[in-house]
Every structure is written in structure tokens, then in C-alpha cells.
């Protein structure tokens, strides 16, 4: 059993949370990794500002996972606060995606400081493995934007929008935003600020959704495909696999979803799936296309290809490590995975 457990230390009040999840084991990557969303973040004073955390348990040893925010001369006022939002246990480790909250007081000077997010996988037998990642927090004067104080600079300045549910996928299309996560969990935005909650006929976890050809796909735990053309109401559809569908995207005509042990469905319709060769048992945790060229990645740095989504070929990756997500813009791949980012071309 792989137990959390948050531990604030240095400028962070004295506080532990313990949260067990999911059992780990297998082989796989050996070790411990730890990645931060972003490296850097800006909160106003008196407000607060997130950014999440990436945990890879590879060692089987490791019992607890230990967190703490540090930082040399970092000052008074600033707390923080570490939340699980989503667990994924596979046969080799499990990966915990972790939300960390940083709060502001009114009083804290404005100016940047370094802090520094700590973890230490802790092992039964004693000892353990600690990772570090830098985290630069910038704190500005009230009404000078940044966490939730806002701002005028799109992707620049983000506001928190907590509603309360963990939320694994989101996309756009049809003048509306759609967001799904554990349990079913659907909501839709007109704006992105104003959500609703929507029904979603499912209690599986659902991870991954897609926009094309005026459909709406999302795809989940236990071989779960829904449909909508609204986003608001949605339709059970057969998959014709047993298998987690992690991710799924749309181009050229054709959705494609990839997901555990090496699955790959296609469907020109969204309604109708029809399951590919992938050539591979790695687990695929991405899939993306562009260029007149579809790719999905996976478990022991899988990369995979396909002109037509029906067609596959593996081919070869500089990194062993999961490849965890995969995007396609201006000419070229992009592939993240625990602290590794690969391009293409």
C-alpha cells in the first residue's frame, strides 16, 4: 500500500495530512520522480495561486510518499496546502497527480521568492529516495494580478476556478467548453469562468475528451465511449474492448482512442469502434495528430505512428520512462513524461 503523506515545513505552517491510495507493484522504471506543471508562480497578495505535481512511485519498496514546500529567507504569510486529485496504478508503479495550493497573505512584501517542493519516497525497510524541483513564487501588490487576482494576459495570468471535483480532461468546441474527471464527473462552460454540472449516464472515471465533426468523445475506465453533440446530453457507446481508454483525439476524419495493454480503437463516427494492431502491450497514455500523421505514446517511452489511425509503426524513443501526454502544434510533436520532454521533428 502507498500511502501520502503531506508534511509543510520551512516558511509553510507545521501541518500533515495522511491519504492512502491504491496499491503499487511490478517492475518497470525503478525509483522515485518528481515534476511540477510549471516551475513558476504568481499570486497577489492577500490570494492564492496552484500549480500541480507529478509523483512517479517506480520502486516497490517505497510506503510513503513525503511532501513539504521549503525556501530559504522565504517569509512569513506564505502557506501552503497539498491535495491528491487523481492516482493512476498500473503493474509496474503508480502515478499521483497532486495539487498544490500556495496562499498569500495581505501583509507579505511583494517580490519574488525560491522556494523549493520536496518529495521523499520513503521505504519500508528505512531510508528512501528524495527529489526536488524549484518553484519560483512572484508575489505581486494587491490588484496587480496573478492567482486568483486575475489580470488581461490570456495564458499569462490564470484564475482558480474550484468546484470541488477532479477533473482528468478538457477541450473546446461548438462555442463550448467541455471538462470530465472521476466518477462521470461532466461540466460545460460557455465562458470558463460559469460551469454546469451535466449528466453523464456513467460513474466510471472519465479521462480524456475530444471535439470533430460536430461530436463531442469522451472515453474512461472499463472500456468507457460517450458521445454527445451538445455536450449536455450524452450517449453510452460500445467500444468492443475490456480495457482503460486513457486518451482520445480527432483528425483527418477519424477519432482515434488509445488506452491499457496496448489498445487502439478508431471510428469515423464516434458510435462505431473498431479496435487496431498497435504492436505493443505498453499501457498508451497520449494520443494526438497532426501533419497528416497520428502518434500516441505509452509505458517505457513508447512512440507509435500512423498515417490513417489503422496503420501502426513503434518507433524509437530516446526515453525508457512513461510518455504520459502528447500535442501537435506548428509543425512539431511534443511528448511529456515524468521530468522528460521529447520534439518531433
Known sequence: MVALLLTLTACVPSTSVPSTR???????SPGFTLVLDSTSLTVQQG????????????DRSIETVELSLVG???????SASFTIESDRVF???????????????????????????????????????TETAALSLTVTASG?????????????????RNLGDSLNGVTYGNGLFV????????????????WTQGTSGTSNDLYSVTYGNGLFVAVGKGRTILTSPDGVSWTQRTSGTSNDLYSVTYGNGLFVAVGAKGTILTSPDGVSWTARASG???????????????VAVGGGGAILTSPDGVSWTQRTSPEKSDLLSVA?????????GGGTILTSP
Open 328 to 336: 501537435y502544434r506548428n509543425g512539431r510533436f511534443v511528448a511529456v
Open 91 to 129: 503493474s509496474y508503479g503508480i502515478v499521483l497527480i497532486v495539487r498544490l495550493t500556495v496562499s498569500v497573505d495581505s501583509g507579505v512584501a511583494p517580490g519574488t521568492y525560491n522556494l523549493q517542493v520536496k518529495a521523499t519516497g520513503v521505504k519500508a525497510t528505512g531510508g528512501g529516495i
Open 47 to 58: 490570494s492564492s495561486g496552484t500549480t500541480r505535481l507529478t509523483i512517479g512511485v517506480w
Open 179 to 194: 471538462a470530465v474527471g472521476e466518477g462521470g464527473t461532466i461540466l460545460t462552460s460557455r465562458d470558463g469562468v460559469s
Open 22 to 28: 491504491g496499491s503499487g507493484g511490478g517492475g518497470g
Open 144 to 160: 496587480g494580478g496573478g492567482g486568483r487576482g486575475g489580470g488581461s494576459g490570456v495564458g499569462t495570468n490564470w484564475t482558480l
Open 72 to 78: 530559504v529567507g522565504a517569509p512569513s504569510g506564505v
Open 280 to 294: 505493443t502491450d505498453e499501457w498508451l497514455w497520449g494520443v494526438a495528430y497532426g501533419n497528416g500523421t497520428f
